[in-house]
């Protein structure tokens, strides 16, 4: 069993010397890895990135939540994508493709997003250029790896980058929003202050 997943890891870090080398390219062949393999991947590339995203922002608990928290809901969000593309190319295109390695594409598409949300807590618009680059890797493996229609898979990959940008700026304007309200209280207080100063004098 050892010498199979020792084999299986040596498959897996030749592939991501090619991959990052040349992403498009590799994204185009896709290798046939088995779920453990697969699941044991995505859990180590999220792990190291969730992770890092907190020793960047400072921050003990970030850095436990992206340690175990990030892998856990980047999983399961990797299904229910996976299951979206392939229910979305069975009823609407009509083919049916594989649902493993749709999984495998979001995982492998999803490394620049993921190398890139390391940095993201010191500026938060760089997810917008990670996803940006995981929606280009999705299309290119969409369709020259599945083989599906070119402007069908462009339209939806494109609806969906607009739908996080629209998340992404709700976000952002809600995060402002909490922090004027955490400072406006401490700004009244040095008002407050420098008032009965002023009275004093």
Not at 155 to 166: E, K
């Amino acid at each position: 069993m050892w010498e199979n997943i020792q084999k299986d890891w040596q498959q897996v870090f030749a592939y991501l010397k090619l991959y990052l080398a040349n992403p498009v390219a590799q994204i185009r062949k896709i290798p046939d890895w088995d779920w453990r393999t697969n699941l044991f991947f995505l859990g180590v590339l999220s792990a190291i990135s969730g992770s890092l995203h907190g020793l960047v922002s400072g921050s003990l608990f970030s850095f436990i939540l992206g340690f175990i928290f990030f892998p856990l809901t980047l999983t399961v969000v990797h299904f229910i994508i996976s299951g979206f593309f392939y229910y979305f190319s069975l009823f609407i295109i009509g083919r049916e493709i594989n649902y493993k390695q749709i999984f495998l594409l979001l995982t492998l598409a999803n490394i620049p997003f993921l190398a890139i949300y390391i940095l993201s807590a010191l500026a938060s618009p760089l997810l917008l250029l990670g996803m940006a680059g995981t929606s280009i890797l999705l299309i290119v493996g969409f369709v020259d790896y599945f083989l599906l229609p070119k402007k069908v898979v462009m339209r939806v990959i494109l609806g969906l980058f607009t739908f996080y940008v629209v998340m992404w700026i709700w976000g952002t304007i809600q995060t402002t929003e909490i922090k004027k309200m955490k400072s406006e209280p401490t700004t009244r207080q040095h008002l407050d202050i420098l008032e009965k100063e002023l009275k004093g004098k």
